[in-house]
């Protein structure tokens, strides 16, 4: 799967540059311009890695990072940033960045602090599972749509993750009976359909696009 990077840089010759230098090496990019384009962006296109110039007009990529971290967003974030101090330095990490680099700046150190970021997110992403504007976390136990936190009982957790685990895959009302209540469950086979309702109204809570779709006669499937 092709990673997907959200480069907001208003320098518009640094990031063409930074696009076709991320392209060769079989990224594919997305380019804003300003900040509030670039947290629109980042908010509904959910990349797997963001580079953000610190002095964007419109609004900061400090304050960009700061937005994201706030609703839950964990993609990495490096800073592109011209600011050498220390203080400044800092400012940026406690924001919620992952990285930074110096302007000016070689293209060989960006693409290794790339990678590095890529490397680390790559290690932890067996406890998160996205699709579409919808993620779980396993380990927290957290669940979003968009940027909206959703809560749900036990139960309904295992089965969005089982669903999840298994994303456009017609599901039988059998094995998930099996996996999610186990082998041994002696009660209402209805229990399905009542927990699918009970998920869709949490999910669809805003009027969001429905992602758990019934096929009849048969169980379950996660698809837009």
Same mark, same amino acid.
């Given at each position: ?5 959200? /480069? ?9 540059? %930074? ?25 509904? $296109?959910?990349?797997? /890695? ?5 002095? +964007?007009?419109?609004? $900061? ?8 971290? $706030? ?12 600011? *050498? =101090? ?21 293209? #060989? =150190? ?16 067996? *406890? ?9 976390? &396993?380990?927290?136990? =957290?669940?979003?749509?968009?940027? &909206?936190?959703? #809560? ?5 957790? *295992?089965?969005? =993750? ?25 009660? *209402? ?11 869709? +109204?949490? /999910? ?7 992602? %758990? ?8 499937? /996660?698809?837009?």
């Amino acid at each position: 799967m092709t990673v997907q990077i959200l /480069l907001v840089e208003d320098e518009v010759k640094l990031a063409r540059f %930074i696009e076709l230098e991320l392209t060769c090496e079989g990224y594919q990019v997305t380019i804003a311009n300003d900040g509030l384009t670039g947290l629109t962006t980042a908010r509904e $296109s959910h990349p797997d /890695l963001l580079i953000l110039d610190w002095m +964007l007009p419109g609004m $900061s990529g400090v304050e960009i990072c700061r937005r994201l971290r $706030s609703t839950g967003v964990q993609v990495p974030i490096i800073l592109l940033t011209a600011k *050498d =101090e220390v203080g400044d330095r800092v400012a940026g990490l406690d924001a919620g960045a992952d990285d930074y680099v110096v302007k000016p700046f070689s293209v #060989e =150190e960006l693409l290794a602090r790339v990678r590095a970021n890529l490397r680390r997110t790559q290690e932890t992403d067996a *406890d998160i599972l996205v699709f579409d504007d919808l993620q779980l976390n &396993r380990a927290t136990r =957290e669940v979003y749509r968009g940027d &909206r936190a959703i #809560e749900l009982t036990a139960k309904e957790f *295992d089965l969005l =993750e089982y669903l999840l685990t298994n994303p456009r895959q017609v599901i039988t009302r059998d094995r998930i009976l099996e996996t999610v209540w186990g082998y041994d469950f002696m009660g *209402d086979s209805n229990i399905i359909e009542v927990y699918i309702r009970y998920l869709r +109204l949490k /999910l669809e809570a805003n009027n969001e696009k429905r992602l %758990i779709q019934t096929v009849r006669g048969v169980g379950y499937v /996660l698809r837009d």
